[in-house]
């Protein structure tokens, strides 16, 4: 076997490991949500949660793959639509390359590792919106749903920046997906609140918000944990090959930044609400590493300290925004996955640094340097740019979605559904049988 | 270091990491059938699983190991058959090796690594009986029972298929073991139940199923997403290679196989329960894993949807079927691994492809186009006599052990021990303390 | 690409893999120790389990990493002190490394591959603590300590036996941290323990320890299975390369040490309280980790199954014998990983094989054969200099800094917070809302 051979084993293996990673990243949202939502509820986010990634295969294989990565136009794939199926001669690469999914012919892995990698990470941004809209959405109405994220929505955002579309040429950088996978869940999930409206009892009649307590947060630090590990695998896998220095860089910058945003979420809850709150310590992580996923390849380790500490502090007050303005998320989801996402893809404008970047391998020619590295605007605003198109685009996508369902099939269940919970309603089986449960907590 | 020695590192690496995954493994049957099962019965479910894969140690490695892959004759191994310490000069491979264990001589890694890759396929057949005997068998007898499977049951059938022995010879192909290990483990779980009989008030009088609920549905769909996690292993990982474009593709065919699979028994599960059963949709997954497993290796991608459709809409009807026979099985582990694991095994002779099994490395002359691929029933044959042998050896074996365990010292717990709950009873402790639960639920 | 850089590549992904695998036993430390504390301190345990990796990652890279690695004198590092930020060319090793981590020059992965993987060691020191000083410890107090011990108490003997200094030189050998972090992390619990006194009512008026049972079986279970996985990482892991005799036989070493501590631990659990104690079963089986962990690379195959069955035995002794001295540790944390860290360090010069060494390349000339391989004292003497030595200094760092922040801030809770549970006195919120529960428990 000769040395091309190996590194093309090589890569495959990374790939996979992480893909692996990354699909695990499913049990931590799972359990995150189920244990920060109510008892009497658990199954019914368990169910989503699960079934949402056996929908995203599905829907990612039969149409999504191909409309994100397919050779096309600068706004969505034509070639190689369904099933994956177009001609290509992976592991080949660059001139070598012949096929219609060109955008990824630049990682040497073959054709099913690069679905595969892709494909949870399709995943993982169907998986956000179930938490946001839990406690009173339709099963039958968010599997829908999840089918037009992961068919249509995702993919048409892929495509532009990912898949070789009008943001990619314009050099919007984005290494894992703050905006590709993290804020367009957020704005599908933003849209899906705003149409379900809160929870019965979680506004009181004078506008204050009253506390709605998750049941098991063993579970939810458990599914914080898992997502701290899966995010190993999204952030340094992103680089689709075994670079060692790369690898070994985005490893420490993710982990670092997740760190530190503990520790000034933890210090922002214990200034705000006194005593240091438990879920706002595991969404501080979760907003960290949601932040640093886009600058990750692109920054110092330095930097990298500093987008943690700034994302723990944004995650702790952005949810007490969202409760000003009634917007009910049960798990924080907007916090974490919209406001860092957005947050982090900005954070490339303002600290990318093309020394290190080259150092790493992972420089190209169309990033800039940021604004607090040598005072330049270009890239903050192509980051800019990129965050306003997706988030219009992304809304407009998911209010005609949710909308379309809410005519033809509903959104909510029934106040009587909502009050007992959706687990009998909607499964006909309780989660903790046998267990004394309030289930009017 | 040369390119070969880099591929010894690399493949090590490769069967290291899916062995990791696969014992990982144990934590996902521990947790899908202690969640299954009932408070009261909970500890011991967890010290059942806990403990197994400890026995399968001790018991693979004294004797299990040298019975499987020793060269022996068709129907058992002779050589190096104690404490796995035969001569062997692995990695070499091919011609170059020398030693006890021919019938590993293709993979390339060292001893070790081979050995604690079987140990973990052996661990995990053994695991499959404790779900099914569950809530009324005594501590001890299991743990003789599991020495036994481990020692003895298993290595014989797993030496006529991967040892070298008879079924090898005649052509029967079971890539990563849905016959070895799953209906293995099946039909010893098959037995057992048919000589313990059904829990306490399963069957009313007039002879209709009572649900018994589990008792944690959150810890059960951890325990199913940690095993569609493992089997990236468990499958994948049976190349003992890092072969790039096979394990890129078994990757595939086990993801797409589990996700049909999970979208078939939802559906399935609606139209026959009129809601959607989380435990049907959890099953559903493990059914479509089971019955890839065979297959992964030699079946087209999009054969891979259509046996994962089938496995889905299988496992619901086998809970049903089982029930009406009175043949109780608390978590459903019948449905899954020895009606999936007989259904994937025949697989193989409906839909493989050589053509496929060519492009990715996995052909051998041996085996032969499925019938649904170009008409021809040989290799649909060799799988059935797989099929049937092992259930009359495995039946015969399993029925024997047990049969003397239930003599020497009793299968059943006391009447009252089992209505009080086995962990009091057999451990002296609770799995919940301080939480209110009802215990004859 | 060439043979040399593909062995980098390589590398780095098995330190990535295996530091990831290690980052996951945050996880298991965190369900292992809050499932066997009571339900109204779960939040509390919770919220340290997860705070102290963050803590460990600012602190290590702020202070420790250097001073544990740092080129410096016999007792600490003293170059590249801060933010680990001094020249290195890794991944040069050998004479081509020029830098002041040269300690760490024998390993080809880039830096920030080699602080991870030291990073996430650092980290479980830390964490075992946390179960030790539960349910009665201030969050604040807690978090204090945890910064000490990184960023100083770790790095300090870290740097006497793996960071060139005094330790090292006199041929003191500890694979993957039987001490380093094991009996570390042991000897800061026990002089918190003993600062903090015993649970109130743990020991009644006559002396007798009244049982004190954990709340979550299910989650203790979970946490060990993670931690024997994770262990995977941990000795596999701490070759640094991807040497496959090595990660081989360390990986059987491992596991068959676990399985066999599960199995004596059992045994003795069964015959001392007459039924197989659960919670015995799984400190066994951390017991058999802890205890192999020194020894793993330097003992053969058989040696690692004696070590497992006396670690067994040790564990269950061991809580007796503390419980005996009034010590209170709700986990059995110093049963785990300060009597076993003391016993694998020592199994070092009782069972190390220096033909088993060379065969999977870790030997050493400064290694000696064990007493039971061929009646020389030497390294066993060698091992004991070590275990008392860093005993001495780390009881004195640790009564020390505890000392200080019992004067500054207090230790312990008030009686009416600890008698309420801490998660509502600390945190404000309780870990499962809805259930009821007994929280005099």
Chains 1, 2, 3 share one sequence.
């Not at 992976?90 to 494909?119: I, M, N, R």
Request: aromatic share 12%; hydrophobic share 55%.
């Amino acid at each position: 076997m000769d040395a091309a051979s190996l590194k093309i084993a090589l890569d495959t293996v990374w790939v996979l490991f992480t893909a692996f990673l990354v699909f695990f990243m499913n049990l931590g949202f799972a359990m995150v949500e189920s244990g920060l939502c109510r008892a009497k509820n658990a199954v019914n986010i368990l169910a989503k949660n699960f079934i949402v990634f056996a929908i995203s295969t599905a829907a990612y294989w039969i149409l999504g793959f191909g409309l994100m990565y397919g050779d096309g136009n600068a706004l969505i794939g034509l070639k190689g639509l369904l099933f994956a199926s177009g001609a290509d001669n992976s592991p080949a690469t660059g001139d070598a390359y012949t096929g219609v999914y060109s955008a990824l012919s630049w990682t040497g892995v073959p054709f099913w590792a690069k679905f595969f990698f892709q494909l949870v990470f399709c995943g993982t941004a169907a998986t956000i919106v179930s938490g946001a809209v839990a406690e009173r959405i339709k099963f039958g109405s968010f599997l829908v749903f999840s089918i037009a994220i992961c068919a249509v929505i995702y993919p048409v955002t892929g495509h532009w920046i990912w898949g070789g579309g009008w943001l990619a040429s314009h050099g919007f950088f984005d290494f894992a997906g703050s905006t590709v996978v993290h804020s367009v869940g957020g704005w599908c999930a933003l849209a899906g609140i705003l149409l379900l409206g809160p929870r019965i009892g979680k506004y009181k009649a004078d506008g204050k918000a009253k506390p709605i307590y998750g049941h098991n947060l063993a579970l939810a630090t458990l599914g914080v944990f898992v997502l701290w590990f899966g995010w190993f695998g999204f952030n340094p896998g992103s680089t689709m090959a075994a670079n060692p220095d790369a690898i070994a860089h985005i490893a420490m910058t993710t982990n670092l930044a997740a760190a530190m945003a503990v520790l000034s979420a933890t210090g922002m809850s214990w200034i705000l609400q006194k005593k240091p709150d438990l879920t706002m310590i595991l969404n501080g992580c979760l907003a960290g590493l949601v932040a640093i996923t886009a600058p990750c390849a692109f920054v110092s380790v330095g930097a990298s300290a500093v987008i943690g500490l700034i994302a723990g502090v944004l995650v702790v007050l952005a949810v007490f925004f969202f409760d000003k303005l009634k917007i009910d998320d049960p798990v924080g989801a907007l916090s974490v996955h919209l406001a860092n996402g957005v947050f982090g893809t900005l954070a490339v404008g303002l600290f990318a640094n093309k020394t290190v970047a080259a150092k790493i391998g992972t420089d190209s020619e169309a990033l800039s340097n940021g604004l607090f590295v040598d005072g330049t605007w270009t890239q903050l605003g192509v980051q800019a740019l990129g965050v306003v198109s997706v988030a219009a685009y992304v809304l407009v996508a998911a209010f005609a979605i949710w909308g379309i369902i809410k005519v033809v099939m509903g959104l909510r269940v029934k106040k009587e559904e909502e009050l007992a919970g959706l687990d009998i309603g909607e499964h006909g089986i309780e989660a903790y049988s046998g267990f004394q449960i309030f289930s009017n907590m």
